[in-house]
């Protein structure tokens, strides 16, 4: 990558910077690259293309994206989904939305982007860890015809179980056993941080379990970068703090066109993008977690980014626009 494209492409880690700064503003385009087989270079454009059930395929420029579910979790809907905000009003809210009921249902979607001579997977899902219903997406990536094995890079948006455990199969072995995984260093640091596990409440011993659990024996390998720095060459990670103390996304361009994973920067996209400022419950620092959702939203409007999210309905990839006072989500894939 030429100097130029890098210094355009590093941003500061703090968050003040990501919201001054509109993400990739002004930076050169990157140029096509050759993918083997069947992903050999495409016309320039963006289209996305349903495969099957839990799998669909989108082509930005001459980069795919894969769109894999992971499955979903469905949990009663109570007082603590959206803190302070009436229950009364989120059930109106999901009423609006056509999504009625007294339970909600959590989709996850994990992408796996094919570009030049790289296949990157974008978080790993639940593994056998999560709740019933998740953890299809080793079944979904044999469906796609993408053997795991195959896998060069898999990058963590943040540790939270439903985007680490996958990375081990049932027997702990790990589940792409020749990709070099890639982490936020903030992300890293909080997580692994031994004193700070000691003296968390109860209820949060387990996410810190897990994260010693997953990354523990290959701590050596995994490889850490600066949120706003290149995670790999033409892609970009986009510092998205709040969800978590070093949440990341992950973006490139191609053909005139700007992709933006943005991990769980919003939760239920009815609730979370309509009502931007509510914040769900797994958000550890909601203040933080609103100034990021605004900022990063009102870019990927302003730029007519192809946006996805990791618990978006239908592929989780498409495009956002502004809906009142919030945003709206269109997949391109339903």
Same mark, same amino acid.
């Given at each position: 990558?030429?100097?130029?494209?890098?210094?355009?492409?590093?941003?500061?880690?703090?968050?003040?910077?990501?919201?001054?700064?509109?993400? =990739?503003?002004?930076? !050169?385009?990157?140029?096509?690259?050759?993918?083997?087989?069947?992903?050999?270079?495409?016309?320039?454009?963006?289209?996305?293309?349903?495969?099957?059930?839990?799998?669909?395929?989108?082509?930005?420029?001459?980069?795919?994206?894969?769109?894999?579910?992971?499955?979903?979790?469905?949990?009663?809907?109570?007082?603590?989904?959206?803190?302070?905000?009436?229950?009364?009003?989120?059930?109106?809210?999901?009423?609006?939305?056509?999504?009625?009921?007294?339970?909600?249902?959590?989709? *996850?979607?994990?992408?796996?982007?094919?570009?030049?001579?790289?296949?990157?997977?974008?978080?790993?899902?639940?593994?056998? *860890?999560?709740?019933?219903?998740?953890?299809?997406?080793?079944?979904?990536?044999?469906?796609?015809?993408?053997?795991?094995?195959?896998?060069?890079?898999?990058?963590?948006?943040?540790?939270?179980?439903?985007?680490?455990?996958?990375?081990?199969?049932?027997?702990?072995? %790990?589940?792409?056993?020749?990709?070099?995984?890639?982490?936020?260093?903030?992300?890293?640091?909080?997580?692994?941080?031994?004193?700070?596990?000691?003296?968390?409440?109860?209820?949060?011993?387990?996410?810190?379990?897990?994260?010693?659990?997953?990354?523990?024996?290959?701590?050596?390998?995994?490889?850490?970068?600066?949120?706003?720095?290149?995670?790999?060459?033409?892609?970009?990670?986009?510092?998205?703090?709040?969800?978590?103390?070093?949440?990341?996304?992950?973006?490139?361009?191609?053909?005139?066109?700007?992709? !933006?994973?943005?991990?769980?920067?919003?939760?239920?996209?009815?609730? *979370? =993008?309509?009502?931007?400022?509510?914040?769900?419950?797994?958000?550890?620092?909601?203040?933080?977690?609103?100034?990021?959702?605004?900022? %990063?939203?009102?870019?990927?409007?302003?730029?007519?980014?192809?946006?996805?999210?990791?618990?978006?309905?239908?592929?989780?990839?498409?495009?956002?626009?502004?809906?009142?006072?919030?945003?709206?989500?269109?997949?391109?894939?339903?």
């Amino acid at each position: 990558m030429n100097p130029t494209r890098r210094a355009c492409l590093r941003a500061s880690a703090a968050l003040a910077a990501a919201s001054s700064m509109p993400w =990739l503003a002004g930076c !050169a385009e990157f140029g096509p690259g050759d993918l083997p087989g069947s992903l050999a270079y495409r016309p320039k454009g963006v289209r996305g293309i349903a495969l099957r059930d839990g799998v669909a395929r989108t082509e930005i420029g001459s980069t795919i994206v894969t769109s894999l579910r992971d499955g979903s979790a469905t949990m009663p809907l109570d007082e603590s989904f959206v803190p302070g905000v009436p229950l009364a009003q989120v059930r109106q809210a999901l009423d609006d939305a056509g999504l009625r009921g007294a339970s909600i249902t959590i989709p *996850f979607t994990a992408f796996v982007v094919e570009r030049r001579d790289r296949r990157m997977l974008l978080d790993a899902g639940n593994g056998r *860890f999560g709740a019933p219903g998740s953890g299809l997406l080793l079944a979904n990536l044999r469906d796609a015809g993408i053997d795991p094995a195959s896998i060069h890079d898999v990058l963590i948006t943040h540790f939270h179980g439903d985007h680490i455990n996958g990375l081990r199969d049932a027997d702990g072995k %790990l589940a792409f056993p020749n990709a070099t995984i890639h982490v936020p260093q903030p992300e890293w640091d909080w997580w692994m941080d031994d004193a700070r596990m000691r003296a968390s409440p109860a209820a949060m011993r387990g996410a810190f379990e897990a994260t010693r659990r997953v990354f523990g024996s290959i701590a050596a390998d995994v490889r850490r970068f600066a949120p706003g720095a290149d995670a790999l060459p033409g892609i970009a990670s986009i510092p998205a703090y709040g969800h978590t103390p070093g949440h990341t996304g992950f973006g490139f361009e191609d053909g005139g066109h700007r992709f !933006a994973y943005l991990g769980d920067v919003t939760n239920i996209a009815p609730l *979370f =993008l309509r009502h931007p400022d509510w914040a769900v419950r797994f958000d550890m620092d909601p203040e933080a977690a609103r100034r990021t959702r605004r900022s %990063l939203l009102d870019q990927a409007v302003a730029g007519n980014w192809v946006v996805a999210g990791f618990h978006w309905p239908g592929s989780a990839m498409g495009r956002v626009a502004r809906r009142g006072s919030g945003y709206e989500f269109a997949p391109l894939v339903p």
